[in-house]
């Protein structure tokens, strides 16, 4: 796989994989559809986690992942002013965390693809006029060591 990585903390095997969006392992891919609440943290201006719970949805067409909000929120403001982040969910056992950079688009054809995204892995959202989308530009996905296929 292109990009993987094993880790071990106290005796726990953690993967890091860098995307290549053409070949993601299909269980992680699969994990990554399935409907599952995600967490989003962004770093508040003085260096303190901030974490939200979020809807997540990747976008392997446009090599991506995104969430929508609404522009007041204080997660667009964090990662305006900082736009490092990563996204958590959780099943039981089973884990994966995106890591990259985030930042806030208003253009209606983005925000539309966000929507579209976040229709498909979870519902159609409620109207919203104030609302944005975060593109997350993914450096890494980490992930309970079961998502990676074994050589």
Same mark, same amino acid.
């Given at each position: 796989?292109?990009?993987?990585?094993?880790?071990?903390?106290?005796?726990?095997?953690?993967?890091?994989?860098?995307?290549?969006? *053409?070949?993601?392992?299909?269980?992680?891919?699969?994990?990554? *559809?399935?409907?599952?609440?995600?967490?989003? !943290?962004?770093?508040?201006?003085?260096? #303190?986690?901030?974490?939200?719970?979020?809807?997540?949805? +990747?976008?392997? $067409?446009?090599?991506?992942?995104?969430?929508?909000?609404?522009?007041?929120?204080?997660?667009?403001?964090?990662?305006?002013?900082?736009?490092?982040?990563?996204?958590?969910?959780?099943?039981?056992?089973?884990?994966?965390?995106? $890591?990259?950079? !985030? %930042? !806030?688009?208003?253009? $209606?054809?983005?925000?539309?693809?966000?929507?579209?995204?976040?229709?498909? #892995?979870? %519902?159609?959202?409620?109207?919203?006029?104030?609302?944005?989308? +975060?593109?997350?530009?993914?450096?890494?996905?980490?992930?309970?060591?079961?998502?990676?296929?074994?050589?």
């Amino acid at each position: 796989m292109n990009g993987r990585q094993l880790l071990t903390c106290d005796n726990v095997q953690v993967t890091s994989w860098k995307p290549d969006w *053409t070949a993601i392992p299909p269980l992680l891919l699969n994990f990554w *559809t399935e409907r599952h609440l995600c967490t989003l !943290a962004s770093v508040r201006a003085d260096g #303190r986690p901030h974490l939200v719970p979020v809807g997540v949805a +990747l976008d392997l $067409e446009e090599q991506c992942a995104w969430v929508i909000t609404n522009e007041q929120s204080r997660k667009v403001k964090h990662i305006v002013a900082d736009d490092r982040v990563a996204a958590c969910q959780v099943n039981g056992r089973r884990w994966s965390t995106i $890591e990259g950079t !985030a %930042r !806030a688009v208003t253009d $209606e054809i983005s925000v539309a693809r966000a929507v579209t995204c976040y229709s498909a #892995r979870y %519902r159609e959202p409620r109207p919203n006029p104030s609302r944005i989308a +975060l593109r997350i530009e993914v450096d890494r996905f980490l992930m309970s060591s079961g998502f990676m296929p074994t050589a």
